[in-house]
């Protein structure tokens, strides 16, 4: 059977990895695993059909060098590479360096995602376009009293960012105008250390919003199509935690305002392939465009499970130059869906790291759950990648449903050796203010800033569990090898001694 | 009867399991818990009329254990695990970074005055700051460290007098 591509390699690791994989197999495209020193027994590396050793575990000599990606793609014949999120996904070097190679990127094209990275760029060009965006300046200012003119038209508070920008860096609140060319400065100052680049705008302030996100994705014959929200407004350290769709928050009417403009977007930036618009939503149900993230995201799950598509096997057909399927022209939102990340660190110690090796894990399993993960029993967490182990999926006819069914699953899914926000996710979702759907990006801080986990009350019972444990790790001991070469515990083979089959029936009838 | 003894947070508990058929009954203090194995590590419990499936596995001398997911570290009680070796829980007058790691921001000095749970240094790994507090209230008697060096999880970055030394 032809296929749409020979063979497809995946420049990521763990549990996007096998997603994409999962992909592949399904399209019966055979696929390629590239892997760190770090990942020599990972699940990614054994998922896939083959696999190549591409360098040390520092992500800059393995995961990032992307002389060692296309040279293991086109070692192993591959003629498409998948990027996955995060590493190389949105480095416009790999889809030029791709197409130098005569190699198909999986994803947009390199211009489209240079476009997105600057966000004064973008945000020009979306203004052009008639894309609503937060009040404030359309480029960069030159003097402070192009700051100050932006911020008497915006009105205070407002906010310094930097056109580089991310993860906060080169990012202030300012609240009063005599505050203001401090604030430029010390931003300027911080983007110039963070990125290089001290290019900074400013914009109004919008407090409480909600993080509300499109996912759009765009075929090379003009097709473009929105796949409906998802919202992520629960978020720590700027890192979002739960998902879930549909947004409480949107009526029919406004979901349809925001996808059109999140198509204009695409469009606006010559998108092709996934990509996901993000807008803020404030209280007052106005929505602003916020950027756009030109790969695949983590939380593209929950989209999957109410609207029954399989948004990496569409990336990969509309690379292959195929229109996009009939079925994403008559989509509908069926159900709710919850996704809740799995990450190894302490949810009872401000979310701290845990590395460790998986001395259990156990899914939970049931209708409408499931699990993306890249570990399994055995793995080691280490200290060099995210530590994003897994993510969990539930799907139910309705919000209430969904929570209830989340919280179950996560009590399921039983990782130990190393710590997770398990608990701290449950308290999350079982907040009345959650259930209520007051989710706004504040809502750790507000709500569970003062959450006390009272960790005795399960003390005794956690040391009856592991009293119970120290029996069958005693029991275990003993059936040890012994000097015989065999099992210490008697097996009913040894038991029944020397018999046949049927010979002493025949002696009793 | 058989009689486990444990460390939890760095105190003594026992507890004594009868077997009784498949069901284990486990007494820790006044509390009787019924515990059914349920597969490799699971046991199912039933905790004020609601059932309830508890992890609990060895790893070396600690059992990790999630009960509703709430976790757990679980230590066997030996004279070893008595006099703190392998865990630094017990130096609380040595702040150690808690995995190896890059050392971004000391916030103390030597001389300082310093409350429990004061934030004390930030160290970076896994591409995340984590902030390391204070176990006691005290002075800062030793910085060892200074921003931007390497540590690993063996040598305190600070040293302190704290009031309430044992």
């Given at each position: 059977m032809e296929t749409l591509f020979k063979k497809i390699l995946v420049a990521n690791r763990s549990e996007i990895a096998v997603r994409v994989i999962n992909a592949c197999r399904s399209l019966g495209i055979p696929s390629v695993a590239v892997y760190s020193k770090a990942d020599l027994t990972s699940k990614h590396r054994r998922y896939a059909d083959e696999s190549v050793f591409i360098g040390?575990?520092?992500?800059?000599?393995?995961?990032?060098?992307?002389?060692?990606?296309?040279?293991?793609?086109?070692?192993?014949?591959?003629?498409?590479?998948?990027?996955?999120?995060?590493?190389?996904?949105?480095?416009?070097?790999?889809?030029?360096?791709?197409?130098?190679?005569?190699?198909?990127?999986?994803?947009?094209?390199?211009?489209?995602?240079?476009?997105?990275?600057?966000?004064?760029?973008?945000?020009?060009?979306?203004?052009?376009?008639?894309?609503?965006?937060?009040?404030?300046?359309?480029?960069?200012?030159?003097?402070?009293?192009?700051?100050?003119?932006?911020?008497?038209?915006?009105?205070?508070?407002?906010?310094?960012?930097?056109?580089?920008?991310?993860?906060?860096?080169?990012?202030?609140?300012?609240?009063?105008?005599?505050?203001?060319?401090?604030?430029?400065?010390?931003?300027?100052?911080?983007?110039?250390?963070?990125?290089?680049?001290?290019?900074?705008?400013?914009?109004?302030?919008?407090?409480?919003?909600?993080?509300?996100?499109?996912?759009v994705i765009a075929d090379t014959h003009g097709n473009c199509v929105h796949v409906f929200e998802r919202e992520c407004s629960i978020q720590r350290r700027h890192q979002k935690i739960i998902e879930e769709t549909p947004s409480i928050a949107l009526t029919d009417e406004i979901r349809a305002k925001m996808g059109a403009d999140a198509v204009k977007v695409a469009r606006a930036a010559g998108y092709v392939n996934a990509g996901t618009v993000e807008f803020l939503f404030d209280l007052s149900g106005n929505y602003y465009f916020l950027e756009m993230n030109t790969r695949i995201q983590v939380e593209h799950p929950i989209t999957e499970m109410v609207t029954g598509t399989d948004l990496v096997v569409e990336q990969i057909r509309v690379a292959a130059g195929l229109p996009l399927s009939e079925q994403f022209y008559s989509l509908t939102q069926r159900g709710h869906a919850?996704?809740?990340?799995?990450?190894?660190?302490?949810?009872?110690?401000?979310?701290?790291?845990?590395?460790?090796?998986?001395?259990?894990?156990?899914?939970?399993?049931?209708?409408?759950?499931?699990?993306?993960?890249?570990?399994?029993?055995?793995?080691?967490?280490?200290?060099?990648?995210?530590?994003?182990?897994?993510?969990?999926?539930?799907?139910?006819?309705?919000?209430?449903?969904?929570?209830?069914?989340?919280?179950?699953?996560?009590?399921?899914?039983?990782?130990?050796?190393?710590?997770?926000?398990?608990?701290?996710?449950?308290?999350?979702?079982?907040?009345?203010?959650?259930?209520?759907?007051?989710?706004?990006?504040?809502?750790?801080?507000?709500?569970?800033?003062?959450?006390?986990?009272?960790v005795e009350a399960y003390r005794d019972l956690a040391i009856a569990a592991a009293a119970a444990a120290s029996g069958r790790k005693a029991a275990l001991a003993s059936e040890a090898v012994d000097d015989t070469g065999r099992s210490a515990a008697p097996s009913p083979w040894q038991n029944i001694g020397a018999w046949q089959i049927g010979d002493k029936i025949h002696d009793q009838v | 009867m058989t009689r486990y003894d444990f460390l939890y947070d760095g105190e003594p508990y026992e507890a004594t399991v009868e077997r009784e058929g498949e069901i284990l009954h486990v007494t820790v203090g006044e509390r009787t818990f019924q515990l059914r194995p349920a597969g490799d590590n699971l046991y199912v419990a039933d905790v004020n009329g609601r059932r309830t499936v508890v992890a609990a596995a060895f790893n070396k001398d600690v059992c990790h254990v999630d009960v509703d997911s709430v976790l757990l570290d679980i230590r066997e009680a030996s004279e070893e695990s008595f006099a703190g070796a392998g865990d630094h829980a017990a130096e609380k007058d040595k702040i150690f970074a808690p995995m190896p790691g890059k050392i971004v921001k000391i916030m103390v000095e030597v001389g300082q005055e310093i409350a429990e749970k004061q934030a004390m240094v930030i160290v970076e790994a896994m591409k995340m700051e984590n902030q390391v507090v204070s176990k006691a209230a005290g002075k800062v008697k030793a910085v060892n460290f200074k921003a931007g060096d390497q540590v690993d999880t063996e040598t305190p970055i600070i040293e302190l007098d704290i009031e309430e030394q044992k």
């Open positions: 040390e575990a520092p992500p800059r000599e393995s995961y990032l060098d992307i002389d060692k990606i296309i040279d293991a793609a086109q070692q192993t014949g591959c003629d498409a590479i998948h990027p996955g999120y995060g590493f190389l996904s949105e480095n416009s070097q790999l889809p030029k360096r791709c197409a130098e190679a005569g190699l198909t990127f999986i994803g947009p094209p390199a211009d489209a995602m240079l476009l997105m990275g600057n966000k004064v760029e973008s945000r020009m060009r979306m203004a052009d376009a008639g894309v609503p965006l937060i009040p404030g300046m359309k480029g960069s200012g030159a003097d402070m009293t192009a700051f100050e003119e932006a911020a008497d038209q915006a009105g205070f508070p407002v906010m310094i960012k930097a056109a580089a920008g991310g993860g906060g860096k080169g990012m202030r609140i300012v609240h009063k105008p005599e505050e203001l060319a401090d604030a430029v400065e010390g931003a300027k100052r911080e983007a110039a250390g963070a990125f290089g680049d001290d290019t900074v705008y400013l914009e109004k302030y919008i407090s409480n919003p909600r993080h509300i996100e499109f996912q919850i996704e809740c990340r799995i990450y190894a660190e302490d949810g009872e110690a401000n979310f701290m790291p845990s590395t460790g090796k998986l001395i259990h894990y156990s899914e939970p399993v049931g209708p409408g759950v499931r699990v993306d993960s890249g570990v399994e029993l055995g793995s080691e967490i280490t200290i060099d990648y995210d530590p994003i182990m897994a993510k969990l999926i539930v799907h139910a006819p309705s919000r209430q449903l969904a929570i209830r069914k989340m919280i179950a699953a996560l009590n399921d899914y039983k990782i130990l050796g190393v710590k997770t926000s398990k608990r701290f996710m449950i308290d999350c979702m079982s907040h009345k203010e959650f259930v209520n759907g007051h989710t706004y990006t504040n809502f750790i801080e507000v709500n569970m800033a003062d959450r006390e986990m009272d | -």
